[in-house]
């Protein structure tokens, strides 16, 4: 798979989120930050998109809208989807991770980098399973558990503005990062590749 490069235009978006909405519009001057997880009811994913969760508002205003990609099917996904307030997108075939060259392998979960994640995404959800208010993630997900994350930031006019190819699989940008690329792109406009 070949990694895509800033300034390239970024491969089309499913239109339509797990709930079969369509995906919201992003304004004229808006971006999208979009974000290949691994699979519906990972650990790490969950503790990384619930950061995303608490400072959405703040995302909204800088004018980022905010799309997650699971490597699930939609009727996994589709439990997760009402307690966020961004869109989430089956990719069960794995058209997207290919288009957009995010790839997967033993490092997402041997590289020790990764495991304070693993336990605190961990001891996070069991409590929650326990009690009833989260599913836990399939024996067997579909796609495996070895996908590494990927993070990219899209301009309205679908050139990616940034990217980053994560090399373990909590290896991905935080809401500071994000904020803080949308405040640098505002600045610099993105040479233009094809």
Known sequence: MSRLRTGTTAPPLSPVTVTGAPLPAVPADGLTHLQFRRFAGCPICNLHLRSF????????????????????????????????????????????????????????????????????????????????????????????????????LLTADGRIAAAHYGTHAADHWSVDQVLALAAEHRTAPVPQHD
């Open 53 to 152: 969760t608490v400072r959405h508002p703040e995302l909204r205003e800088a004018g980022v809208r905010e799309v997650a990609v699971f490597h699930s099917p939609a009727d996994e996904l589709r439990p997760y989807a009402a307690e966020l307030p961004f869109s989430l997108v089956a990719d069960p075939e794995q058209r997207l991770y290919r288009a957009y060259g995010v790839e997967r392998g033993a490092r997402a979960l041997l590289d020790p980098r990764v495991w304070p994640s693993i336990v605190r995404g961990v001891a996070r959800s069991i409590p929650l399973v326990l009690r009833g208010r989260e599913r836990p993630p399939a024996s067997r997900p579909l796609g495996g558990r070895l996908g590494l994350p990927a993070d990219f």
